[in-house]
């Protein structure tokens, strides 16, 4: 898939497809690691944070995840608060250039340090559920095309949406965005 075939094709959980509501609003997407995953986990604690953040900068903020459409609330605590995407087949995540890990992307020292720190805070490990290679990231989308991307380096990565937005580039695009 390309973006553009991807857009129009995967729908978030209010029935709009990817590309229609990336016209009426700058969409903050960020695609999860399995929910098993510590790092999702803690992201997942953490969401009202990134939903204030999406907020402060007057875009929407969208989850997207690897299982069956619905499958998802076992993990996201009222989920009809967030916009979501299933993508089982991780199409979605190859459109916008989210591959597979490899050994130090997902078991280097660095993941190991910061997992351990996440299971200390508590958030733990849980079964896998979803492909436990996929990559995440967090992407600015708006009119169908990706106006800013943080790819994950590694496993542990967790989106920064302030850094995200910062990135964009032109104090023009920034003025379209803002609340």
């Known amino acids: 898939y390309s973006i553009?075939?991807?857009?129009?094709?995967?729908f978030l959980s209010n029935g709009k497809s990817l590309a229609r509501a990336s016209e009426d609003k700058m969409l903050a997407l960020v695609f999860l690691r399995h929910f098993?995953?510590?790092?999702?986990?803690?992201?997942?604690?953490?969401?009202e944070h990134i939903q204030k953040e999406a907020d402060a900068h007057g875009a929407e903020l969208v989850l997207v995840h690897m299982l069956q459409s619905g499958k998802e609330t076992e993990y996201i605590a009222d989920s009809g608060a967030v916009l979501r995407i299933s993508d089982p087949r991780c199409e979605l995540y190859r459109?916008?250039?989210?591959?597979k890990g490899?050994?130090?992307?997902?078991?280097?020292?660095?993941?190991?340090?910061?997992?351990?720190?996440?299971?200390?805070?508590?958030?733990?490990v849980g079964h896998l559920a979803g492909d436990g290679l996929q990559m995440p990231g967090a992407f600015l989308f708006r009119n169908g095309r990706i106006?800013?991307?943080q790819p994950a380096r590694s496993a542990s990565d967790l989106?920064?949406?302030?850094?995200?937005?910062?990135?964009l580039p032109?104090?023009?695009?920034?003025?379209?965005?803002?609340?």
């Not at 459109?95 to 591959?99: D, H, I, R, V």
């Not at 989106?159 to 910062?166: G, T």
Request: glycine share 14%; with cysteine.
């Open 4 to 10: 553009e075939e991807a857009s129009n094709s995967y």
């Open 36 to 47: 098993g995953c510590t790092f999702t986990r803690q992201l997942l604690r953490g969401l």
């Open 95 to 99: 459109a916008f250039g989210l591959g």
């Open 102 to 124: 490899g050994f130090l992307e997902l078991f280097g020292p660095h993941v190991w340090w910061r997992g351990a720190i996440s299971i200390f805070k508590g958030c733990g």
């Open 147 to 149: 106006v800013s991307s």
């Open 159 to 167: 989106p920064d949406l302030p850094a995200l937005f910062e990135a």
């Open 170 to 179: 032109s104090p023009v695009m920034r003025d379209t965005v803002s609340a």
